[in-house]
């Protein structure tokens, strides 16, 4: 008796392909339909663009996901109906569904919100998580930087936390990690230089692509546009 359709939550790593986990590579190749999410309908699928070889067109069905860059709303709530309407219906179609995401799952990650409504309305439908190189691990690795030794305190937030839960992190942990920091760097900036922390980080972007920077003097990124796939590490 063959095993029913599910749903594999794939982490596709950070950017470089060779970080694929071959758990990922085979659940990837075998595949008949592959969920590739996106910030716009006329963009590129940034998780598909890493795992594009090992994809055949011919063979699957690839459907590009589109979720607004917003942090909620009617339309956002919308695009995560359809996307879990489309996984779905494949799996009741008897296919197996690949959601890739880029890092890991679970951090931040795409993936929860479907997660989150297919659960709730479809508790029958076996969803299997692949863990995938988070970009924080590869932009640690990138900048030679110890995220955390012995018994020391690591803290992960999203850059837009306002400034006064901020400080408090900032002073209360040893490490901290602040994601998304694209829009809200001068800002930031200007806090860690009130706490006697703007040389005590670095900027990475991109990390393990073509397009990979990695910054130690933080003053030198003060005024730019800045890549939306970035984040600061500061540690103390």
Same mark, same amino acid.
């Given at each position: 008796?063959?095993s /029913?359709?599910?749903i594999?939550?794939?982490?596709?790593?950070p950017?470089d392909?060779?970080l &694929?986990?071959r758990?990922?590579?085979?659940i990837?190749?075998?595949?008949r339909v592959?969920?590739? /999410?996106?910030g716009a309908a006329?963009?590129?699928?940034?998780?598909?663009?890493?795992?594009r070889?090992?994809?055949?067109?011919? +063979?699957?069905e690839? =459907?590009?996901?589109? %979720?607004?860059?917003?942090?909620?709303?009617?339309e956002?709530?919308?695009?995560?109906?359809?996307?879990a309407?489309?996984v779905?219906?494949?799996?009741?179609?008897?296919?197996?569904v690949?959601f890739?995401?880029?890092?890991?799952? &679970?951090?931040?990650?795409? %993936?929860l919100?479907?997660?989150? =409504?297919?659960?709730?309305?479809?508790?029958?439908?076996p969803?299997?998580?692949?863990p995938? =190189?988070?970009?924080?691990?590869?932009?640690a690795a990138?900048?030679g930087?110890p995220l955390?030794?012995?018994g020391?305190?690591i803290?992960?937030l999203p850059?837009?936390?306002?400034?006064?839960?901020?400080?408090?992190?900032?002073?209360? %942990?040893?490490?901290?990690?602040?994601?998304?920091v694209?829009r809200? %760097?001068? +800002?930031?900036?200007?806090?860690l230089?009130e706490l006697?922390l703007?040389?005590?980080?670095?900027?990475?972007?991109?990390v393990?692509?073509?397009?990979?920077?990695?910054?130690?003097?933080?003053?030198?990124?003060?005024g730019r546009?800045?890549?939306y796939?970035?984040?600061?590490i500061? +540690?103390?």
């Amino acid at each position: 008796m063959s095993s /029913p359709a599910r749903i594999y939550a794939v982490g596709v790593g950070p950017g470089d392909p060779e970080l &694929l986990t071959r758990k990922a590579e085979r659940i990837i190749r075998n595949a008949r339909v592959i969920c590739a /999410p996106t910030g716009a309908a006329d963009a590129a699928s940034y998780a598909l663009s890493i795992v594009r070889e090992l994809v055949d067109p011919a +063979r699957q069905e690839i =459907i590009s996901q589109t %979720f607004p860059m917003m942090k909620k709303g009617p339309e956002l709530e919308s695009a995560w109906e359809e996307a879990a309407s489309q996984v779905v219906e494949r799996v009741d179609r008897g296919e197996d569904v690949v959601f890739i995401t880029i890092g890991d799952p &679970l951090l931040y990650s795409t %993936f929860l919100y479907i997660h989150r =409504i297919i659960r709730s309305r479809r508790p029958d439908i076996p969803i299997e998580i692949v863990p995938g =190189i988070s970009s924080i691990t590869a932009a640690a690795a990138a900048a030679g930087l110890p995220l955390g030794m012995a018994g020391e305190r690591i803290a992960i937030l999203p850059a837009t936390y306002e400034d006064y839960e901020l400080r408090k992190t900032l002073r209360e %942990f040893d490490t901290v990690v602040l994601m998304k920091v694209s829009r809200v %760097f001068d +800002r930031i900036y200007a806090v860690l230089q009130e706490l006697g922390l703007a040389d005590r980080g670095v900027f990475v972007r991109r990390v393990g692509s073509g397009q990979e920077e990695v910054v130690f003097d933080l003053s030198s990124l003060l005024g730019r546009e800045l890549d939306y796939l970035s984040m600061l590490i500061i +540690r103390k």
